[in-house]
């Protein structure tokens, strides 16, 4: 039998370290459970939904200490929840009517390159990135003379992760999907929360109720 070579961490690549590290915790979770993942091969039944940065800092189960099956996950570029985007829908919907998630979590981060990117010029060259971030700087224009009393860059950004946070949170309960949901099942609650990455903690924001007032021209 041939044997194995064994290569130091600097030797392999980013991608086989990866590949190798899933081995050891998936050998970890059989010793810590060893039904806990057979158990979740039949079906899943989340009692959350996350919709998060896309940001490699803010990696969603890792930071409220969830194992598999407790989060249903979505997260692009500054936690974005966009009318016009089936892809957050679709996950939406079948958090919602499907799993029927008790919870929806928004986490934003301070530190959030999107939100930076957005504070700034369109970028030559990123063209669908510029795109993306449109709806933030629009929050921004909406919001400038706050924003701006605010005396340094790093407080304007800040800022604008929380309103953002906010905003999206406000999106969801204008959405269709949440407000049949309300009437029907009375849930899910949706939070609004910000990730501190020098910290590691995070900060509540808002939080709406089921049936919580919206204003009646997004009913
Ligand atoms: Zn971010």
């Known amino acids: 039998m041939k044997e194995k070579t064994i290569k130091s961490l600097e030797e392999i690549s980013a991608v086989q370290r990866m590949l190798e590290q899933n081995g050891v915790w998936a050998r970890q979770q059989y010793l810590k459970d060893a039904h806990y993942l057979a158990r979740l091969d039949f079906q899943q039944s989340p009692n959350v939904l996350w919709i998060g940065c896309s940001d490699s800092r803010v990696p969603a189960e890792i930071v409220v200490n969830a194992n598999p099956g407790e989060m249903f996950v979505h997260r692009n570029i500054a936690n974005q929840v966009a009318t016009t985007d089936f892809n957050c829908l679709a996950v939406l919907q079948y958090a919602v009517d499907v799993l029927k998630v008790k919870h929806i979590v928004v986490c934003g981060h301070y530190s959030c390159g999107g939100i930076a990117a957005a504070l700034r010029p369109q970028q030559p060259g990123l063209l669908l ?3 993306w971030l449109m709806r933030v700087k629009d929050l921004y224009r909406l919001n400038q003379n706050e924003i701006e009393s ?27 999907i949440i407000q049949e949901a309300w009437s029907s099942y009375e849930q899910p609650s949706i939070h609004g929360w910000v990730y501190v990455p020098r910290s590691g903690k995070i900060r509540e924001l808002i939080e709406m109720q089921p049936r919580s007032a919206i204003n009646p021209i997004y009913m």
């Open 129 to 131: 990135v510029n795109k």
């Open 150 to 176: 605010l005396p340094t860059q790093r407080e304007r950004a800040m800022r604008l992760v929380e309103l953002n946070v906010i905003e999206q949170v406000q999106n969801l309960a204008h959405s269709s």
